[in-house]
């Protein structure tokens, strides 16, 4: 049952790779499937880990790194079904959020007092590597059994976007991303703390 839970979480790290042609598309529902598959591997590997016995030596070391990779590569497409839900589009800076599966756009003016949506947020520039650099060091200092290392990421990410912070919906978007972001992270390093110990 062991092998089990280090394989799923090992496949939770490959899986970004098969799913990158979904995830990577401008459309909702593409991106909502690959975060659901995402997910639904997670909770599975950690039920599994749950009820299996610990692993240990090379088991424990292939499941500690195989956490880090899926925290870093897995949550990209977890982020972006977690902004779309919240109302930003991740993708354009241009246009509102549309509920539309193409993601057209929506002609949403400033003199135009009838638009049904305000436009969107501007992307933060650099949030998809910030993002994944800093599910990494959340996994890596959860793994390591430096918590307090938490507070340390997320104060530097939060005095490096401190600027841009003062534009309009940049704050909205840069809380409901660092949310979805670290939540992914440490439930992919909580998982990997069960199959550990």
Known sequence: MTITAVSLLVALAV??????PIARTHRVTPVLFAASVTLVLLAVTAVVAGIAGPADGVGARIAQC??????????GAV????????????????TPMSTDESMSPV???P???DSAEPLAAPPLRGGRVIGFLERGAVAVTLILGWPE?????????GLARYPELREAHAGEQFIIGTFGSVLYAVAVAGTAHLIVS
């Open 15 to 20: 899986l970004p790779a098969a799913l990158h």
């Open 111 to 113: 003199d135009d007092p």
């Open 79 to 94: 982020v972006r079904s977690v902004l779309i839900l919240g109302g930003v589009d991740p993708w354009r800076s241009d």
């Open 149 to 157: 290392g938490l507070a340390i990421i997320l104060a530097v990410k």
């Open 107 to 109: 002609s949403a003016t």
């Open 66 to 75: 195989a956490a880090v990779i899926a925290a870093m590569t897995g949550g």
